[in-house]
């Protein structure tokens, strides 16, 4: 399996079928002569702004600490729980039990629910 082309940047979803946000990251365990091994992969705003800078990282955090959704950001989902990669990488948990939708839920209690229905 190719990680980078198979599982980064991919759409993650629940077993559910629910989306979960995209793959922002993967995390690898190298050590002295051994293989590497997949732990895990992340998910969030934070991981995805440190592929671009420093800088932007912490501008990230620092608005993720002042909204109150940097609890898990980055959410870190162990490469146990992936069930398959293929088109979607499907995550054997249910989305809305884990944080990764912290930023869609803080977005529909705080924004979204403030527009009137038509």
Known sequence: MDLVRDCLDKQLVDRDGHKMGRVDGIVIEVGDGRQPNVLAIEVGS?????????????????ISKWCGVVDHDPFRLPWSKI?????????????????????????????????PLT
């Open 83 to 115: 069930v398959c990669a293929e088109i979607e990488v499907i995550a054997g948990v249910e989305a809305e039990k884990t944080p990764a939708l912290a930023w869609e839920l803080w977005l529909r209690k705080n924004i979204i629910a403030r527009f």
């Open 46 to 62: 934070a991981c995805q702004a440190s592929r671009l800078n420093s800088r932007v990282v912490k501008l990230v955090k620092s």
